[in-house]
């Protein structure tokens, strides 16, 4: 069964648009607590890096897309920790317009 299929189901289920609404909302919640969790855990990754090569991520961010750093692996890495943190942080916005 797909995802539509199973909203179809949760429809016919709980006929009545505020219980469904109560429901949709409840399943928000919680991944909305989900990724702030995961959002705590690459600001702490975030902060590591900063202090370790002594600069901002959203300066090392730029600089290294720039090609002003190089290509060691530690910048790749904070590279890809950067930009999952700014997709998170979209969702999480995302979430809460919702609710």
């Known amino acids: 069964m797909d995802t539509a299929d199973k909203l179809e189901v949760l429809r016919e289920t709980f006929s009545d648009k505020i219980e469904l609404e109560g429901i949709l909302g409840k399943l928000l919640e919680t991944a909305?607590?989900?990724n702030r969790l995961r959002l705590q855990r690459y600001e702490q990754d975030l902060r590591g890096y900063e202090k370790r090569f002594g600069m901002d991520s959203?300066?090392?961010?730029?600089r290294f897309e720039s090609g002003e750093l190089g290509d060691a692996m530690d910048f790749f890495e904070w590279s890809?920790?950067?930009e999952m943190r700014k997709d998170l942080l979209q969702k999480i916005r995302r979430i809460e317009a919702t609710l």
């Open 32 to 34: 909305l607590s989900r």
């Open 58 to 62: 959203e300066s090392f961010y730029r």
């Open 80 to 82: 890809g920790v950067y």
